[in-house]
């Protein structure tokens, strides 16, 4: 039997900094490369989501402009059908963004908070336009091992008590600068994070995990085929050095 799996994209043209769509690329692929076949829908505004026709949900991340009009229309046409997909064991990824507006609200740099969907137990709050962004190169460690991105966020996220963080930071902010944790994990299979990069290419680990949890709901206990990661191995590893490096100024 060859196994069969869709994702659902949400605003793939509203919501889509620094490369996010490379993790559609990339889960297709390792999919394509097991004979799993990986059918994707984009959704846009106004387009409501089927909570019963996904295995895979994904969203990614923007700026304040784009989260005021994307808030609007999540609580809109799709909020109650994100919560449905996710109690039904649907696995969620969100990035950034699309993070920020998954919890319970976002507070902007300016203007009106933003209530988000309340996937996850976690708020973020802009301190304002003068505040320092969070910007550059992260290593989190995640399950005994590493993930590495990309942020650049000016919000900064606390999770609730029902809420645990996916990973704690190397190098880096995360979610706030201070707690040292990075994303959140809702139940087991709802996950936000603020790695961009995009996220998935450089963490093949991080990619299998997702693709796994979803056949497993789907198929029962499956073990995904290892696939030739030399590449990302190499991308990964590039990635942590440059992250971890101190600056000249501070060697001297
Ligand atoms: N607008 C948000 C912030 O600056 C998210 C930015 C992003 O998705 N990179 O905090």
Redesign the pocket.
Same mark, same amino acid.
């Given at each position: 039997m060859e196994a069969a799996l869709r994702l659902a994209h949400l605003y793939p043209k509203l919501m889509n900094?620094y490369g996010d769509r490379g993790n559609i690329l990339c889960l297709r692929r390792r999919c394509q490369q097991r004979d799993i076949a990986l059918a994707v829908d984009e959704l846009e505004l106004g387009e409501a989501l089927d909570p019963a026709a996904y295995d895979l949900i994904f969203i990614g +991340?923007?700026?304040?402009r784009e /989260?005021r009009r994307v808030a609007a229309d999540l609580l809109g046409t799709k909020a109650e059908a994100l919560h449905r997909a996710v109690e039904q064991g649907v696995v969620l990824l969100a990035v950034? +963004?699309g993070y /920020?507006l998954l919890g319970r609200h976002y507070r902007?740099a300016a203007g009106e908070e933003l209530a988000g969907v309340g996937i996850f137990d976690a708020w973020t709050v &802009?301190p304002g336009p003068t505040a320092r962004?969070f910007i550059g190169n992260v290593v989190v460690r995640w399950q005994g091992a590493t993930l590495v991105g990309f942020e650049? &966020? +000016? +919000?900064r996220t606390y999770l609730g008590p029902s809420a645990r963080p996916l990973a704690t930071v190397i190098a880096g902010f995360g979610n706030n600068g201070r707690d040292g944790s990075e994303g959140v994990v809702q139940g087991e299979n709802a996950f936000g994070t603020y790695l &961009?990069g995009s996220l998935l290419p450089k963490n093949p680990r991080f990619a299998d995990h997702l693709i796994a949890q979803a056949l497993r709901r789907r198929y029962g206990e499956v073990e995904l085929s290892p696939l030739d990661d030399a590449l990302e191995e190499r991308a990964h590893a590039e990635a942590v050095r440059l992250a971890t490096k101190k600056s000249i100024f501070l060697r001297r």
């Amino acid at each position: 039997m060859e196994a069969a799996l869709r994702l659902a994209h949400l605003y793939p043209k509203l919501m889509n900094l620094y490369g996010d769509r490379g993790n559609i690329l990339c889960l297709r692929r390792r999919c394509q490369q097991r004979d799993i076949a990986l059918a994707v829908d984009e959704l846009e505004l106004g387009e409501a989501l089927d909570p019963a026709a996904y295995d895979l949900i994904f969203i990614g +991340g923007a700026q304040d402009r784009e /989260q005021r009009r994307v808030a609007a229309d999540l609580l809109g046409t799709k909020a109650e059908a994100l919560h449905r997909a996710v109690e039904q064991g649907v696995v969620l990824l969100a990035v950034c +963004g699309g993070y /920020q507006l998954l919890g319970r609200h976002y507070r902007p740099a300016a203007g009106e908070e933003l209530a988000g969907v309340g996937i996850f137990d976690a708020w973020t709050v &802009h301190p304002g336009p003068t505040a320092r962004r969070f910007i550059g190169n992260v290593v989190v460690r995640w399950q005994g091992a590493t993930l590495v991105g990309f942020e650049n &966020h +000016g +919000g900064r996220t606390y999770l609730g008590p029902s809420a645990r963080p996916l990973a704690t930071v190397i190098a880096g902010f995360g979610n706030n600068g201070r707690d040292g944790s990075e994303g959140v994990v809702q139940g087991e299979n709802a996950f936000g994070t603020y790695l &961009h990069g995009s996220l998935l290419p450089k963490n093949p680990r991080f990619a299998d995990h997702l693709i796994a949890q979803a056949l497993r709901r789907r198929y029962g206990e499956v073990e995904l085929s290892p696939l030739d990661d030399a590449l990302e191995e190499r991308a990964h590893a590039e990635a942590v050095r440059l992250a971890t490096k101190k600056s000249i100024f501070l060697r001297r």
